[in-house]
């Protein structure tokens, strides 16, 4: 059996997750996933001002704050921290903790392949809208390839304490050290669904252990010291999902079962880079407090193409809010929406989309939203367009109705809202043969 | 008898680019058949009405005694395009907790 926990559900989850993890109890591999699916072109923009960034920048002190423990408890650690520049990361991690081995992951990052892939008939059509690449070439900022656990696996061999990757696939960083544990073959379909379901269950850190729970969420213990998830795997596939002992939160199989719904598509085709699982065959047992054993998965071939992640400059937006307090308070607030569309509109300003909520009255659930005489409301206008200018031109339209509009404006503190690049993510297929990792390792 | 569904059920909400999926988990696998009785795709569609611009899908999981919807052109655009105050539809599974299903005792 191996211990391989999760410390990072997403680039500014808790600093102290990945510490508390190894200091609390047994784990044998810690995994990082810092990746979500627009972050890799907030990278590729760092690069591009700094060609010694472009990775999560809280990945080299974390290491240096656990290079002795690590090394001590022979603890490895699999991570998706490169981003878009994993050697300039794995030289960072090298400069703050020298004793330290980095194992990197390259090969996914395409950007400069976009036009061979063109030319060689692969269209890449948006995965989600049907539409063609080339429609947006000349915007792309990003593009890389989800990677599966072979290549980690492989660096994993070369003994390396830290394994660094760029957009290696999340669940791939919890399936690559049982992988190497355990000698799983690249047909093995079964087993490498059961790793994959196991690297969905951890990958978003404390989803698994009784954060964003519905489930009797009052009585969770202690979560300001909640446990970050752990699996414990075992060479036929089956594993416990369980956290330290003393911990925060809580593991159960309802919360289980919540987060193996999240950003869930068909169960029966959970497409990872390594295989196909079926979540209709996973079994779920509570065999202790906090420990739920995960059996019977089934899997399938894996797909012929992997995914891509492509991110595009898509306009700018910007979003003001302006806070009236009772009586009337949603009222006013609708009355000064009135107010500001009308004068966006005398100005000749056109934006693909002005959207309106009332913040305390309808904004999360809109019309389901019972109605209710709010103590006060906050009016939240937001606008997109491809046009600089008319996004610019919005941000001063609301701090004058402090003055002009309804009675009683006021959270405008902050002063005009800033003005944002849209950067879209675009979702698209390539043949796997041509995406080639490759190990390479310092120290 | 109507009951709201937060009486039976427990979810979880997401997003995938402009989708937002809703898993519904029954607390009591008894209820697993009423669930799926009840909470149809069409029912879920008109029960989120102009928040669900495009069509609504249904995933069966018995063996967690869940059901997943799929939300499609559900969230503004998504991701980083949505002028939203919930871009990733996180709070949208807490609102279906209101809906009402036909409970028989």
Redesign the interface.
């Known amino acids: 059996m191996i211990r391989i926990a999760n410390g990072q559900g997403f680039w500014g989850d808790w600093l102290e997750a990945p510490v508390r993890l190894i200091e609390q109890g047994p784990i044998d591999y810690l995994t990082l996933d810092y990746l979500a699916?627009?972050t890799m072109s907030i990278l590729q923009k760092q690069r591009q001002t700094d060609p010694n960034l472009g990775y999560a920048r809280d990945f080299p002190p974390l290491i240096s704050r656990i290079a002795k423990r690590i090394l001590e408890r022979n603890i490895r650690v699999i991570a998706n921290a490169g981003g878009v520049n994993p050697i300039a990361c794995a030289e960072a991690v090298r400069k703050v903790a020298p004793g330290i081995r980095v194992a990197m992951v390259l090969g996914d990052d395409v950007l400069h392949r976009i036009d061979e892939f063109l030319a060689k008939g692969y269209e890449m059509r948006n995965l989600?809208t049907g539409a063609q690449l080339k429609t947006i070439r000349e915007r792309i900022q990003s593009a890389n390839a989800y990677t599966g656990a072979f290549p980690l696996a492989e660096a994993l061999a070369t003994g390396a304490h830290v394994i660094l990757a760029g957009r290696a696939a999340d669940p791939a960083l919890a399936l690559a050290p049982m992988i190497h544990e355990f000698g799983w073959g690249a047909d093995d379909w079964n087993r490498l669904a059961a790793g994959s379901v196991a690297g969905h269950i951890i990958e978003c850190g404390t989803?698994a252990t009784g954060g964003?729970c519905?489930?009797d969420w009052q009585n969770i213990p202690d979560l300001a010291n909640i446990g970050y998830p752990i699996v414990e795997a075992e060479p036929d596939g089956t594993f416990v999902v369980t956290k330290h002992s003393g911990t925060g939160g809580r593991v159960h199989s309802?919360v289980v079962?919540?987060?193996?719904?999240?950003?869930?598509?068909?169960?029966?085709n959970f497409i990872a880079p390594d295989c196909i699982a079926d979540?209709?065959?996973?079994?779920?047992e509570d065999v202790g407090p906090d420990r739920v054993r995960v059996s019977g998965i089934e899997g399938r071939e894996r797909p012929t193409n992997l995914k891509l992640s492509i991110s595009y400059a898509?306009g700018w937006?910007a979003?003001g809010t302006l806070v009236f307090s009772w009586p009337q308070a949603l009222q006013k607030a609708q009355a000064a929406d009135r107010i500001v569309r009308n004068r966006l509109e005398t100005l000749g300003l056109s934006f693909d989309?002005i959207?309106t909520?009332f913040?305390g009255a309808n904004?999360?659930?809109?019309?389901?939203a019972a109605p209710s005489d709010p103590p006060e409301v906050q009016l939240?206008i937001?606008?997109?367009s491809e046009n600089r200018k008319a996004v610019d031109r919005f941000t001063r339209e609301l701090i004058p109705l402090v003055l002009s509009g309804p009675p009683g404006a006021t959270g405008y503190g902050d002063g005009r809202p800033p003005v944002r690049e849209?950067?879209?993510?675009w979702?698209a297929l390539v043949p796997r043969e041509e995406i080639k990792s490759s190990i390479e390792v310092l120290g | 008898m109507k009951v709201p569904l937060w009486k039976i059920a427990?979810?979880?909400s997401?997003?995938?680019?402009?989708?937002s999926?809703i898993?519904v988990?029954v607390?009591d696998s008894k209820d697993y058949p009423l669930l799926l009785k009840e909470l149809t795709a069409e029912r879920v569609k008109a029960?989120?009405?102009?928040?669900v611009k495009g069509k609504v899908e249904r995933?069966?999981?018995?063996?967690?005694?869940?059901l997943?919807f799929?939300l499609h052109e559900a969230l503004?655009?998504?991701?980083?395009?949505s002028?939203?105050?919930?871009p990733q539809g996180?709070?949208?599974?807490?609102?279906l907790l209101?809906l009402e299903v036909h409970y028989n005792i």
Not at chain 1, 257 to 265: D, P
Not at chain 2, 59 to 66: K, M, R, S
Not at chain 2, 90 to 95: D, E, Q, S, V
């Open positions: 699916e627009v989600d989803q964003n519905q489930v309802d079962k919540e987060q193996l719904l999240y950003e869930l598509g068909d169960p029966k979540f209709t065959t996973i079994h779920l898509n937006k979003i989309e959207h909520e913040f904004a999360c659930h809109a019309h389901l939240r937001g606008v997109r849209i950067v879209s993510y979702p | 427990h979810t979880r997401g997003d995938k680019g402009d989708t999926n898993g988990i607390y029960f989120f009405g102009e928040i995933f069966e999981l018995p063996n967690l005694g869940a997943n799929l503004g655009g998504g991701g980083t395009v002028l939203r105050i919930d996180k709070t949208l599974g807490a609102a209101k």
